[in-house]
């Protein structure tokens, strides 16, 4: 799986199914934070011809902190974990080392990318890797400003011209994914088919 790719509180439900899309096509999970401004019922998703959907199983979390104790769950001491030890694995940028001193990619910690306009960083001045998570905010006010001050090292833009206020939030999260890809292709951790179109990890 290449990416975990997380909206948090997502407001328009075109732009989610269009990043759900988007998610299956490229093998990214997707993981969905509330407050939601649509309904994800199953009833409101077959009226929406979101037919994809059960294919993509979504996560949803409560709120951020529930997040962050999610992903705490999944390390080996997740019993003992809390919102702020997920937030140092995250955020941490160290790199495991094999006993002859060399790097190994294998096990790296996924970290987590923050996309937002307040930051004068391009997200291909970062190495991204397999697993990391791509973190994208609503619509109408993006990453809230806390989340910003709190992860201040993690956070990248996508560059537009001068004077442009922001991309839409599908567009952006696809631009973001296959950057990511093509890092990932680069460095052999990523595998496109003899086609040109099938990805493999």
């Known amino acids: 799986m290449p990416f975990q790719l997380t909206l948090h509180q997502p407001e328009i439900p075109n732009n989610t199914g269009n990043i759900g899309r988007t998610c299956i096509a490229t093998g990214c999970a997707l993981h969905l934070i509330r407050p939601f401004g649509f309904d994800t019922s199953v009833k409101a998703l077959r009226r929406a011809g979101l037919d994809y959907w059960p294919r993509l199983a979504p996560t949803e979390h409560d709120d951020w902190e529930a997040y962050l104790r999610w992903l705490g769950s999944l390390s080996r001491d997740g019993a003992n974990s809390?919102?702020?030890?997920?937030?140092?694995?995250?955020?941490?940028?160290?790199?495991?080392?094999?006993?002859?001193?060399?790097?190994?990619?294998?096990?790296l910690s996924p970290?987590?990318?923050?996309?937002?306009?307040?930051?004068?960083?391009?997200?291909?001045?970062v190495e991204i890797r397999p697993g990391d998570h791509l973190v994208f905010g609503k619509e109408t006010a993006g990453l809230p400003d806390a989340l910003l001050e709190?992860?201040?090292?993690?956070?990248?833009?996508?560059?537009?011209?001068?004077?442009?206020?922001?991309?839409?939030?599908?567009?952006?999260?696809?631009?973001?994914?296959?950057?990511?890809?093509?890092?990932?292709?680069?460095?052999?951790?990523?595998v496109i088919g003899d086609d040109g179109r099938s990805i493999s990890p």
């Not at 495991?96 to 001193?101: L, V």
């Open 150 to 190: 709190r992860h201040p090292d993690r956070l990248v833009s996508l560059p537009m011209v001068a004077g442009e206020r922001s991309l839409n939030v599908a567009t952006a999260v696809c631009a973001a994914i296959y950057e990511g890809m093509r890092q990932c292709a680069a460095r052999g951790e990523l």
């Open 111 to 125: 970290r987590m990318w923050l996309y937002t306009t307040k930051c004068a960083r391009p997200h291909w001045d």
């Open 82 to 107: 809390t919102p702020e030890s997920a937030d140092r694995a995250l955020n941490n940028d160290s790199e495991s080392r094999s006993t002859n001193g060399s790097e190994s990619r294998s096990t």
